[in-house]
């Protein structure tokens, strides 16, 4: 292994070697403020190590990584994100009773598992990172074990991923067995050469779409959503809902990409009907929602489908749009759960709808920020995710897809009446001497990085070109 | 530059006005009326300079634009004409009487209040401005969300059903707009490779017949739901009766206007062979508001609930105006949205100061009050002279004017709507009969008119003579304008289409940005 090799892959090894050093500290001295330091700086280092590796590009470590300005990106993105979510966890787990230390190895290994996701190209590498996600995630779920629905959600993720991971294997296994490669461009040129689609091949490439489907929670693969948003841990739903899902939207692109997929209409079409379901479950269902893990759930089930039309547009647009989609929707779903996070008290999550009335006679800030993530979800201009959503339409015009683009259109429209239903409740006035509202513990740090997540979502709205330029580099796949 | 200035001087004073709630209300109110005064100042002084010096290239006082979004083709362009001009002056003449009528009525949460109404007038004041459609699509949000706080939270009873419901029906026609908006910026991207949102390209896009229809439409749905016109109507009367009498006024003088504005300035220069075919059902839409507006103007108990009628009834002129397609009726359809303004304004602050008297609206709980208010039983009698259209008056003026032009497109229309004259006179005379005159049941004394009301009465009734005795003064501003609707006669419609416009600006840093 060359030098070029560590320092490519240096955000890699950042975030490992947190979590072995992690494991050594909680053998030696359990201390919950020890260990969230040890992680946040684990992850700024990660962060700062994404800079060097641009210099290295493209860097290819056969066969199983590659790191291209695509990879870094995401990379770069990831592990923000996942610096974001270390910040708002520490106050909600002081609060809470059980023992903490664990929770940040759990949190770093997943993010090793979605960092190695991006820069995978081969079975192996995909699978294996998939698995470090997953496997974490069985125990960040379930996290806090005294609560009533965190066993049900962690059992319902565990059963559920691990099926999803058995048919990823499955067809990995078809896939392998009748091309006789496990890389994908090795696929893909075996595809090519062949002409033909053998049928073992598109069992295959169905039974994988079913695992990636399942992770990304596109509709009919949904089901589990809301169950493990409102049980799981505010924090952990947060990195289920962007750091996750995220990772492994980008091995689909660069598999999509790499065998050519769009000479294969059929596969166009399957992606297409899962994208418009996907759209119009997550909203329908999110209407009648009270509880808004569960609205938020259903909502990036939708904000999935969104991406799946800029996906489909299958044009360097489309690509842009993606990442800026993502760069939008990451801090802005983080940030909501951030504003869940700061509202709970010791006792209870702040979740329902109802909690929020009247919010902003009580504590302004908390609900300008909140109010500021709900328009940004519903695209509503001078947010970042308003710029996202018209980067995604332009997409979409590019690649001429004006039905997935009225779909989308409709079903914005439909996001827009739950999205600010919850922002309507928290300016309505009330009588507060008759309810009894849950005590916000409101932490500093908490605000301070709802603050931040706030000045970049409007940057983001008001000056997306910067971002825009830097994404119009950073867009290259390899070859 | 100055032209931001307008925009920012409201929005800064909205900000420090709720700032300056915490410390004392009064300080509060004083920016809030002082920031809107500011800006009538301003709006004025550009108006005198350019009187005395009429632009000699264009009809366009001051263009400025800064590009914001290169990649999408988005910039940041205002641009005034002698309309904005005109409309401009009107909102911060209106929204500064409305801080000042609102001084005593609200008490609750009045920082926020006044945060509220200024960033409707902000909003306002961008949407006279931009020229840019993505932009206009923002400030057209702007004044929405405010609006909905001045109703749902300092309205009267049944408020927050009115904010909703006059929430829902103007987003769903905004929503309606962004699409067409997207849909012109695209079809003008694949025809002329250049994707733009900028008004000024964006006038002569080529595109299909049918295409212009329906774009047409989805903008007309935005300005008909605002404006009101018939079918879209409902939300008003809820909405002008639960909100302040600051809201009603803003919503009356101000908002109706918006949507009037978009016609004039969007939807006819925009899509001239399109909306030259749509005139006729345009039409007859605004004499339908006319006479089932006035009609049911008539039948109302509740004052402000009639007031808010009036409104549809009249805003049919607009429409059956701006549609006539030449220039007497267009000039008539501009002094329409003044005089109404400021004629409705002044009658929902009469109604807001009974209703602070009185604490009813009920017009049957009223009656006899001139003996006690002689001097607002004055006052009333004017405005009221004017909204049934009383020569002398400024609506008399824009009436005759609309009817004049409209004859000459259509002559069966016309008629039906000089009818609503008569049913005016019928609803504005109840008016007066109802509450200043007829027997008086009432044992306690009522004040009349204070120093704050007759300041906010003297500029309006000053203003109303004004524009009747004199409507040069607006006339003359806007009288460049419309030139390049009037060009668009029943016989070169087709023609029209394909017409070579020669953007208006002389500016030579006019910068367009092609996406890649």
């Known amino acids: 292994m060359t030098f070029e090799d560590l320092l490519s892959l240096g955000p890699l090894f950042n975030i490992c070697g947190a979590a072995v050093l992690c494991m050594l500290l909680v053998a030696i001295w359990r201390n919950h403020r020890l260990i969230y330091y040890v992680t946040l700086v684990a992850f700024a280092l990660a962060l700062m190590s994404v800079v060097p590796v641009a210099t290295l590009l493209p860097h290819t470590i056969a066969p199983l990584v590659v790191i291209d300005m695509f990879a870094l990106f995401n990379s770069g993105a990831i592990v923000g994100s996942g610096l974001i979510i270390v910040l708002l966890s520490y106050n909600y787990f002081e609060e ?43 125990g960040l779920i379930a996290y806090l074990r005294a609560r009533q629905r965190s066993d049900e959600a962690g059992i319902k993720y565990l059963i559920l991923a691990a099926l999803s991971s058995a048919f990823l294997l499955f067809g990995m296994a078809l896939v392998y067995g009748f091309t006789g490669h496990m890389d994908f ?164 999550d702040a979740e329902t709808v109802e909690d929020y009335r009247g919010l902003f006679w009580r504590y302004p800030w908390v609900a300008l920020v909140f109010t500021v993530m709900l328009l940004s979800l519903a695209g509503i201009p001078l947010t970042a995710g308003f710029i996202g959503k018209f980067y995604i339409v332009m997409a979409g015009v590019d690649g001429h897809h004006w039905f997935l683009l009225l779909m989308l259109v409709i079903n914005s429209v439909i996001g827009l009446y739950y999205y600010i239903r919850v922002v309507a409740m928290m300016f309505r006035t009330t009588d507060t001497s008759q309810r009894i509202f849950i005590k916000p513990s409101l932490p500093l740090a908490g605000n301070i990085t709802l603050g931040l997540i706030v000045m970049l979502l409007v940057g983001l709205g008001v000056y997306p070109t910067a971002m825009m330029q830097l994404i119009q580099q950073m867009m290259t796949l390899i070859k | 530059m100055v032209l931001l200035y307008i925009i920012l001087i409201p929005m800064f004073g909205a900000l420090l006005s ?96 006044h945060f509220n109404l200024l960033f409707v007038i902000t909003g306002i004041a961008g949407v006279f401005l931009t020229m840019g459609l993505f932009l206009f699509y923002f400030f057209w949000g702007v004044m929405l969300i405010p609006m909905y706080f001045l109703i749902g939270i300092w309205g009267h ?153 009036t409104s549809v009834s009249h805003m049919g002129f607009v429409l059956l105006g701006a549609f006539a397609f030449n220039e007497l009726a267009y000039k008539g359809v501009v002094m329409q949205m003044i005089a109404h303004g400021i004629s409705t304004g002044a009658l929902f602050m009469i109604a807001g100061a009974l209703y602070e008297r009185m604490h009813t609206r009920e017009l049957s709980r009223m009656g006899g009050l001139w ?50 004259l008569v049913i005016a006179t019928v ?30 009465m003297a500029p309006l009734v000053v203003v109303i003579l004004w524009l009747g005795v004199y409507p040069q003064t607006v006339l003359g501003t806007i009288t460049n304008y419309e030139l390049r609707i009037t060009t668009f006669n029943k016989e070169d419609a087709p023609r029209a289409e394909k017409r070579k416009v020669v953007i208006p600006v002389s500016d030579s840093s006019f910068v367009i940005n092609h996406a890649p």
């Open chain 2, 157 to 309: 009873e049944r408020r927050e059903y009115a904010a909703y419901k006059f929430f829902i029906f103007t987003q769903a026609g905004g929503l309606l707009m962004l699409l067409a908006i997207l849909g012109l910026y695209f079809i003008h991207g694949a025809n002329t490779g250049v994707y733009t949102f900028d008004y000024f390209y964006l006038l002569n896009t080529p595109m299909e017949r049918a295409v212009a229809q329906w774009l047409m439409l989805g903008f007309l749905v935005a300005f008909v739901v605002k404006l009101p016109a018939i079918p879209f109507h409902t939300w008003l009367p809820d909405a002008h009766t639960e909100a302040p009498t600051a809201g009603s006024v803003v919503l009356a003088g101000l908002l109706l206007k918006t949507g009037a504005y978009g016609i004039l300035r969007f939807v006819l220069p925009l899509f001239p062979a399109a909306s030259h075919d749509f005139a006729p059902w345009a039409m007859l839409l605004g004499v339908a508001g006319i006479l089932y507006g006035g009609q049911l103007a008539y039948s109302q108990p509740d004052l402000k609930r009639l007031i808010a009628y």
């Open chain 1, 185 to 348: 461009p090795g696929i893909g040129a075996y595809l090519r050469q062949a002409g033909t689609f053998p049928l073992p091949v598109i069992a295959g490439f169905g039974l994988m779409l079913i695992g990636i489907g399942f992770k990304l929670g596109i509709v009919p693969f949904h089901m589990w959503a809301p169950d493990i948003y409102e049980g799981a841990p505010l924090p952990v739903a947060a990195f289920v809902a962007t750091i996750s899902k995220g990772g492994v939207l980008v091995v689909l692109i660069r598999f999509y990409q790499d065998i050519g997929g769009r000479n294969y209409t059929m596969l166009w079409w399957i992606l297409a009907i899962t994208s418009i379901a996907s759209m119009f479950v997550g909203n329908l269902l999110a209407l009648t929602q009270q509880n808004i893990k569960r609205m938020l759930a259903y909502s990036s089930i939708a904000h999935l489908g969104y991406l799946l039309v800029a996906f489909l547009s299958d044009t360097q647009s489309g690509l842009e749009a993606i990442a800026f989609y993502l760069t939008a929707y990451f801090p802005t779903s983080i940030g909501a759960f951030g504003v869940l996070i700061v509202m709970s008290s010791s006792v209870q």
């Open chain 2, 18 to 113: 709720w700032l300056a709630s915490a410390r004392s209300i009064a300080l509060c109110r004083w920016i809030a009326l002082v920031s809107l005064l500011c800006g009538l100042l301003l709006v004025t002084a550009l108006w005198a300079g350019n009187a005395a010096d009429p632009t000699p290239a264009g009809h366009w006082m001051y263009n400025w634009q800064q590009p914001w979004i290169p990649h999408f083709g988005i910039s940041l362009h205002l641009a005034m004409d002698g309309l904005s001009l005109v409309m401009l002056a009107l909102t911060f003449f209106l929204g500064a009487l409305s801080v000042l009528i609102s001084w005593r009525e609200i008490k609750y949460k009045t920082g926020f209040f």
């Open chain 1, 96 to 138: 809470r009773e059980e023992r903490k230390e664990e929770y940040y190895l759990l949190l770093l290994l997943a993010t090793a598992g979605a960092l190695v996701l991006v820069i995978s190209r081969h079975f192996m590498s995909f699978f294996l990172g998939l698995e470090m996600l997953s496997i974490s995630l069985y």
């Open chain 2, 427 to 456: 609803y504005s005379l109840r008016i007066m009969q109802k509450v200043f005159f007829g027997q008086s049941e009432r044992q306690y004394a009522l004040p009349d008119l204070g120093l704050r009301e007759w300041l906010i």
């Open chain 2, 371 to 420: 003996p006690a208010m002689p001097a607002m039983g004055t006052v009333t009698m004017i405005f009221v002279m004017a909204s049934l259209g009383l020569p002398g008056l400024g609506n008399f003026v824009a009436e005759f004017m609309i009817l004049l032009g409209s004859w000459q497109a259509n002559h069966i229309m016309t008629i039906l709507a000089t009818i609503g």
